[in-house]
């Protein structure tokens, strides 16, 4: 909603035609460009074909606002068919041609932050926002100022900085209340709260807002908006643990969804229900929503596939289908090299990436070469991003300190034009040594905010240094484990030989006489002395694991520490069968008893918790 110019903008844009066209000229070409932007929502290809036309036959008289106009509607075009690349150069030649005292402006600026935003490309975004804001204030434009703050509410979402996103949102409500504006914007801004409080796992609140809203967002009309919102709401009672209200009322609302029509709510809508199936572990049918809503959001570029994928990874892993999950990784991978332009948060990607690798390490080199690159770039990325932040941040505080100084010094000279002579002469020397104290204090934030960059700068060094020592320690040790687990499946194999000649001779036996050799002969083979030589090892390697295990579950047995141990030389569950001679099923209950004997909560990965002790 936020992302596109509402018809009524093209309104006020009468008013900057200038004289070198006659009103009647400018009047009809107007009128042209006004139906082509109604046709970019319903009949995208109809009005792409109108826009280009008209720019093609641009006059030379135009004036640049009516020029502006057409490239506003390439920009939204490309915007609506998912080219952002190609939506921001337009935009861009749109604001270039207006007139950065119209009211206009700014809010021209917002539509080229929302595209910069969805394409995650945060840097740019931030500039042309502060750039909007800093005008709409000269401006004294509050419907802009709105905007521009709820817009940098959502970016810093989508880097999880929810502390700053939730204090831009609440200044966008406050502008909307004080200058008493639209019900729709104000519902849109407080869902939008809500969201944020959902996002940081404040369910209570976020509860209480959603359901304050649902029933004000229907009166007025914005159905778009109240589908969200009871798909959130429905978000919100499962992290709430309210699993039946949040069942309810996803099937209340999914026959009116899947009227309405719009591809990703009804995918949010059919990605919530998988969620609640595997909350009550009905997983099978969990699977099947899962498989249906990951296939479309590649079709659609949902803007929540890197969140739905990162989820069935998680099912799929949980339920020990490694082959299905390595299927899923290979998709998305390809699915990658095809994409034009990125539309996704960065830390939804990161996340699915860090699971992703788990599936690509021994079958599939080159993938797993390619993901690892990609983590690193965006890691990265998100590093650069976040110094760039926080020093522009810095920045921001000390130009709006110099800001307030600024405003105390001019009402100290209001006041002083209505006092007689003699306090004039006071006054003026008062102004002076405020404008000097002011400029003492301005020089001292100055100095601070040169020493906190300084300072963030060396901590970052030190961070950087420290995190590069524990990534080679990190290598080293992975490196060890890989080994040890090679050793114990080759030792394994070597063990299952001897066996298989033990079973040769014994099929000449009878039954009862071969029960009791083969379980002799199964204890002579068992390895104590290969597994005590490797155990060894892995204890060197992680000297203070065993006292983990026991400080969280004192009587664990010997036998419950070995098994863990394989879990931690990272040993898939196919391969802990071959090693004990179970089952891949008797090796998942196993891995289920001991995920209750250490009373972890169900949504728990059991063998990543112990990976990470």
């Not at 021209?108 to 394409?119: A, S």
């Not at 000449?508 to 030589?533: F, N």
């Not at 090892?537 to 036998?559: A, M």
């Amino acid at each position: 909603m936020k992302s596109l110019l509402p018809v009524l903008f093209f309104l006020a844009q009468q008013l900057l035609f200038c004289q070198h066209l006659s009103k009647s000229e400018a009047d009809h070409v107007f009128n042209i460009q006004l139906n082509t932007f109604k046709k970019v929502f319903a009949h995208p290809r109809q009005a792409k074909i109108t826009v280009d036309s008209l720019i093609k036959n641009t006059n030379l008289s135009w004036p640049d606002s009516l020029k502006a106009n057409n490239y506003n509607i390439k920009g939204s075009y490309f915007t609506t068919v998912g080219k952002q690349d190609s939506a921001v150069y337009y935009f861009e030649k749109n604001i270039s041609l207006l007139d950065t005292t119209k009211l206009i402006y700014p809010r021209m600026i917002n539509n080229l932050g929302v595209v910069l935003k969805k394409k995650g490309d945060y840097k740019r975004a931030f500039y042309w926002i502060d750039t909007g804001i800093g005008i709409a204030r000269r401006q004294n434009n509050q419907k802009a100022l709105q905007l521009l703050y709820g817009l940098k509410s959502t970016c810093y979402a989508r880097l999880q900085n929810y502390p700053l996103a939730i204090e831009y949102q609440k200044m966008a409500i406050e502008i909307i209340e004080k200058n008493n504006l639209t019900n729709d914007a104000i519902y849109i801004e407080y869902h939008n709260l809500a969201n944020l409080y959902m996002n940081v796992e404040n369910y209570k609140i976020a509860i209480e807002m959603y359901e304050d809203l649902l029933p004000k967002i229907k009166t007025v009309g914005l159905m778009d908006t109240y589908y969200l919102t009871a798909l959130n709401l429905s978000n919100s009672y499962i992290g709430a643990q309210q699993l039946s209200r949040a069942d309810s009322l996803i099937g209340v609302t999914r026959p009116k969804i899947q009227e309405y029509g719009d591809p990703n709510i009804i995918s949010y809508s059919k990605e919530l229900k998988a969620l609640v199936l595997e909350k009550n572990e009905n997983f099978e049918e969990a699977v099947i929503i899962y498989q249906r809503v990951f296939e479309k959001a590649l079709k659609i570029n949902n803007e929540r596939l890197y969140t739905i994928a990162y989820n069935y990874l998680g099912l799929l892993e949980n339920l020990g289908q490694h082959e299905k999950a390595e299927q899923l990784v290979l998709k998305m991978l390809a699915y990658e090299n095809t994409k034009e332009d990125s539309q996704f948060g960065i830390l939804a990607q990161l996340e699915f990436y860090k699971k992703a690798k788990e599936y690509l390490k021994e079958n599939d080199k080159k993938s797993y070469d390619e993901l690892l690159l990609r983590t690193i770039e965006l890691q990265d990325s998100l590093q650069r991003m976040n110094d760039g932040l926080v020093e522009k941040q810095l920045e921001l505080e000390y130009e709006n300190k110099a800001h307030k100084n600024k405003n105390m010094q001019l009402e100290q000279q209001l006041m002083s034009t209505n006092v007689k002579f003699w306090l004039t002469f006071g006054g003026l020397s008062s102004l002076i040594v405020l404008s000097f104290l002011g400029y003492k204090r301005s020089r001292r934030n100055h100095q601070l905010k040169v020493e906190k960059i300084k300072t963030f700068k060396q901590e970052q060094h030190l961070l950087a240094e420290k995190l590069q020592q524990e990534k080679e320690i990190n290598q080293l040790k992975i490196k060890k484990i890989e080994k040890q687990k090679a050793e114990m499946l080759a030792l394994t194999a070597e063990q299952s030989k001897i066996q298989q000649k033990y079973s040769t001779i014994l099929d000449k036996l009878d039954g009862t006489t071969q029960q009791k050799i083969l379980q002799e002969l199964k204890e002579i083979t068992r390895g104590d002395e290969y597994w005590d030589v490797i155990k060894e090892k892995f204890l060197s390697i992680n000297p203070h694991f065993i006292n983990q295990l026991k400080s969280r579950v004192p009587r664990i047995t010997s036998t419950q520490i070995d098994f863990c141990a394989l879990i931690k030389m990272r040993l898939s569950n196919k391969e802990i069968a071959k090693v004990l001679g179970v089952t891949h099923e008797s090796v998942i209950s196993r891995k289920y008893r001991l995920k209750k004997k250490f009373n972890l909560e169900k949504e728990t990965d059991f063998t990543r918790f112990i990976e990470d002790l």
